[in-house]
C-alpha cells in the first residue's frame, strides 16, 4: 500500500508504512494533546485506515497453506471458542495434533491467530532458512509495533551482538562469578527466609525473584547499582508488567488494542518502568564512554569494570545499539526463566522429599572435595539430572523457534509457507513415551543419571544440553546462549537450599504449575513451610582462587 506521511516533532516527513502505524501515531497525539484539529478529521482517517486494516488480515488469510486445524469448531466464526481451548488446553491440543495428523505439520489457533506448528524434525531448516523472522513474529504476538513494547522487538542491537556478548562476556568468565554468587545467595538468603529453625510459611515466588535480581544484578552490573532497591524492582517486576500488559491488550478486540496499550495500568507502569531503569543506567554509561575516550586519548586501556556494559560495548565492535534496552532485554532473558526453574524444582523437593537426603549427601560430598572449583559445578550429578527432569516436565513453553516470513519460503517435503504465516515447533516430544519410555509421565530425579552412563545419550544428558528431543533450552545455533550461566546460578542457589533448609508444603497440588496458552509457569501464588537446618558444611567459608576456579 502507499506510505502515510505526517510531519514528527521536528516539522520532518514522518513515514507511516502500515494501516496501524498511522492509527498509533494519531492516538498518541491524541493523548499528548498535539493533533491538530482532532474531532471529524481523527474519527475519518482511523475508520479508513481500520478498514484498510481489516482488508490486509483478510488477504493474508486467503494465502495461508491448506493445513488442517487441532482446535477447529464447526461454528466459530470469530475463532472464540478455539482461542479458549488453547488457553486452557494448548498441551494437549499440541499432543493429539501430532497424535492425529503424525509427525506433519498442522494448524494451532493461538490467542491472536493461526500457527503452523511443526515437529522437531524442521529445527535444522529453520534455523537455515534467513526468510523466517523472529522479529516479525513479535510484531503478532509481543505487539513489539506499539511503543510500549519496542523492547520486545529484537531489534535492540545488530543481528548475533546480543549471543556474542553473552558468550564471549558472561560464558568466558563463569569460573570467576561463582564465589559472589555464593555470597551473595548467602545475603539475600539471610533477608528473606533467616535462621528461624521453626516452621514458618513464605511466598515462594515473591523470595525466588528478590534471589534472582540479586544474583545476576551483582554479576551484570555490579555495586552500587546491584544494591540499588530501585533497579532491583525494575528487574523483577519491569518483565511482569511488560508482558502482562501484552496479554492484557490482546483481550480486547483488535481494533481496541491501539487505546487499551496507550491506557491500561500495567503498559503505564512497564513504560515507567523503562524510564525509571534509563535514568538509573544513564550515568553509568556515560561516565563508562568518557574513561573509554580519555583512556584512548592518552594511549592506555579503559579502567572499566568487567560486567555486562562492557559485554555489549566489546562485541558491538562501534556498531550502535541501545544501551538501555539491551539491559533491560538481558534481565528480561534471565531473571524470570531461572526463577521459574528455580521454583518449580524447591516445589518438586516438596513434593518428592525421598530425593532430598540424596541430593544433600552429593552436595555435601563434592563441596567437601572440590570446594567452590568449577569441576563442583559439573560433579554434582543428581543435581544436574533432577533439575533437567524438572524441565522436561514443565518447560517454560511448549513451542520454540517462533518465527514469520517476511517473504514466501518452502521447507523441507514443499511445504510452502506464505509470506506472513506465523511458525513455531513443537516441543511435544520432551513428554513422548517413544522418547523416555513407559514410565514418561512419572517424575524421575534419577532419570538423567542413568542415560548419561549410555554412550549413546552422554553428551544430551546434561543440563545445558539440547537435542531436537529435549528443547527447554531451544537448540541449533539459536539455543539459548545464556545457559550456561543460569545452570551454574541455579545449582549454586540450590546447593544453599539443601545445606541451610528444610522445606515442606500442605498441599501437593502446589507443586502443579499455570498453563496459559503454551506458556508453562511455576505455580506463582504457590506457598511454602521453610525452616533453617544446622549445615553440614559451612558455605560461606569455602573460598577459591581465580586460578583453582
Not at 198 to 218: F, M, Y
Not at 290 to 305: F, L, S, T, Y
Request: net charge neutral; hydrophobic share 40%; glycine share 6%.
Amino acid at each position: 500500500m502507499d506510505t502515510l506521511t505526517d510531519l514528527n516533532s521536528s516539522g520532518e516527513p514522518l513515514q507511516l508504512n502500515e494501516p496501524s502505524d498511522a492509527i498509533h501515531h494519531i492516538l498518541a497525539q491524541l493523548t499528548e494533546g498535539k493533533a491538530p484539529s482532532l474531532g471529524l478529521y481523527a474519527a475519518v482517517v482511523i475508520t479508513i485506515l481500520l478498514g484498510a486494516q481489516v482488508l490486509q488480515y483478510a488477504i493474508s488469510r486467503l494465502r495461508r497453506p491448506r493445513l488442517p486445524t487441532i482446535n477447529k469448531f464447526p461454528w466459530d466464526p470469530f475463532g472464540d471458542k478455539a482461542k479458549t481451548q488453547y488457553l486452557s488446553h494448548a498441551k494437549k491440543l499440541i499432543q493429539d495434533g501430532f497424535k492425529k495428523f503424525g509427525e506433519r505439520p498442522f494448524y494451532l489457533r493461538m490467542d491472536v491467530d493461526k500457527t503452523v506448528l511443526l515437529p522437531p524434525q524442521y529445527i535444522e531448516a529453520v534455523n537455515k532458512e534467513d526468510g523466517l523472522s523472529f522479529i516479525a513474529f513479535t510484531t503478532t504476538h509481543f505487539l513489539s509495533h506499539f511503543e510500549t513494547f519496542k523492547g520486545l522487538d529484537g531489534t535492540t542491537s545488530v543481528p548475533g551482538h546480543f549471543e556474542e556478548a553473552v558468550m564471549k562476556g558472561l560464558t568466558r568468565s563463569l569460573p570467576r562469578f561463582t564465589v559472589p554468587i555464593s555470597k551473595e545467595m548467602t545475603g539475600a538468603l539471610n533477608d528473606t527466609w533467616g535462621d528461624n529453625k521453626e516452621w514458618h510459611e513464605v511466598w515462594l515466588r515473591g523470595d525466588v525473584l528478590k534471589w534472582v535480581a540479586r544474583l545476576s544484578a551483582r554479576i551484570f552490573v555490579g555495586d552500587p547499582l546491584a544494591s540499588d532497591e530501585t533497579w532491583l524492582r525494575i528487574s523483577r517486576e519491569y518483565t511482569s508488567n511488560l508482558f502482562g500488559a501484552v496479554d492484557k491488550v490482546k483481550s480486547y478486540p483488535r481494533p481496541l488494542w491501539w487505546i487499551v496499550e496507550r491506557f491500561h495500568p500495567l503498559a503505564r507502569q512497564a513504560r515507567e518502568d523503562r524510564r525509571q531503569a534509563k535514568q538509573l543506567l544513564e550515568p553509568y554509561i556515560a561516565a563508562r564512554k568518557e574513561e573509554i575516550a580519555r583512556a584512548e586519548k592518552e594511549g592506555r586501556k579503559p579502567d572499566v569494570p568487567d560486567d555486562s556494559l562492557e559485554w555489549f560495548r566489546t562485541a558491538a565492535k562501534g556498531r550502535p545499539y541501545k544501551d538501555v534496552d539491551i539491559q533491560l532485554g538481558l534481565t528480561n532473558a534471565a531473571i524470570h526463566t531461572t526463577s521459574d526453574l528455580i521454583g518449580q524444582s524447591i516445589l518438586n523437593l516438596c513434593k518428592y522429599p525421598d530425593v532430598i537426603p540424596h541430593l544433600r549427601e552429593e552436595v555435601i560430598q563434592v563441596l567437601q572435595k572440590y570446594g567452590w572449583q568449577k569441576v563442583a559445578l559439573t560433579e554434582v550429578r543428581l543435581l544436574d539430572s533432577f533439575l533437567k527432569e524438572t524441565q522436561r516436565f514443565k518447560p517454560v513453553g511448549m513451542v520454540f523457534m517462533a518465527r514469520k516470513p517476511t517473504r514466501n519460503v518452502t521447507l523441507p517435503g514443499g511445504l510452502n509457507i506464505p509470506k506472513g504465516t506465523d511458525t513455531a515447533v513443537s516441543s511435544h516430544k520432551m513428554w513422548s513415551p517413544d522418547i523416555w519410555g513407559d514410565d514418561n509421565d512419572q517424575f524421575n530425579a534419577w532419570r538423567f543419571v542413568e542415560r548419561r552412563k549410555q554412550p549413546q545419550f552422554q553428551n544430551n544428558s546434561l543440563l545445558v544440553s539440547t537435542c531436537p528431543e529435549f528443547t527447554a533450552f531451544g537448540h541449533g545455533k539459536h539455543a539459548c546462549p545464556g545457559r550456561f550461566f543460569a545452570a551454574n546460578e541455579v545449582k549454586i542457589a540450590m546447593m544453599h537450599l539443601l545445606i541451610k533448609y528444610d522445606f515442606k508444603f500442605d498441599n501437593p497440588k502446589d507443586a502443579d504449575w499455570l498453563e496459559f496458552g503454551v506458556t508453562m509457569l511455576a505455580n506463582p501464588a504457590a506457598k511454602i513451610w521453610v525452616r533453617a537446618r544446622e549445615p553440614e558444611i559451612d558455605l560461606d567459608a569455602i573460598e577459591v582462587t581465580e586460578a583453582e576456579a
